[in-house]
């Protein structure tokens, strides 16, 4: 038998982890060997090995190939929005949302990582790099608001590393909700990060981020400073309100 060209070889490749990602996405990733990937792909248990070493393997590089494009994108947002690194943070935080819905491969893949796979035995090692990718992208927040801050569009005072943690929660939050029932609300429609609000309340951290949250913070001046006073009124507690 001849043996297969590289590009072949990547297509076979692409062709494994399309379908492994469909099958694990219909039966959870546990439930799911790679036997039966092999067998629906049309492939050889041989040439599942030949490409991965084991399921934990084929998962992160489905991971990483849906990953890979977003600093492709931050080099693409720098280019259209020179000298404003909040704008270029706004549009990435919106494409995740929304890629989230239009691309089926991404709503896939998050589906499976919030509600589909379950990082024990051989998994463990996938959760360890999840872990790694999450402290990646608080690092990758954080920088880019340290850019805004030199830019001087937001506070010098702001606490980047909380605010980077409370803006990555809300994005995985809204996407973990999102996915478990889609009905519940329109995760493409204007999200609240569009919203100037979202931003104020941003921009808020080093002043509320750990006090308690009363009943009434407009009418309690003596625990919540005005500033954010000002920014729990109106259109923000809207913008929280109608996610």
Known sequence: MARKTKQEAQETRQHILDVALRLFSQQGVS??????IAKAAGVTRGAIYWHFKDKSDLFSEIWELSESNIGELE???QAKFPGDPLSVLREILIHVLESTVTEERRRLLMEIIFHKCE???E???VQQAQRNLCLESYDRIEQTLKHCIEAKML???LMTRRAAIIM???ISGLMENWLFAPQSFDLKKKPAITSPSYWRCISCVPR???LPLPNNPESDSRIFPGHFRRCYSGSLRRDILAV
């Open 31 to 36: 439930s799911t060997s790679l036997g039966e």
């Open 75 to 77: 080099l693409e947002y």
């Open 119 to 121: 990082f024990v035995g």
């Open 123 to 125: 998994m463990a090692v």
């Open 155 to 157: 506070p010098a005072d």
């Open 168 to 170: 990555r929660g809300y």
């Open 208 to 210: 509320f981020v750990t």
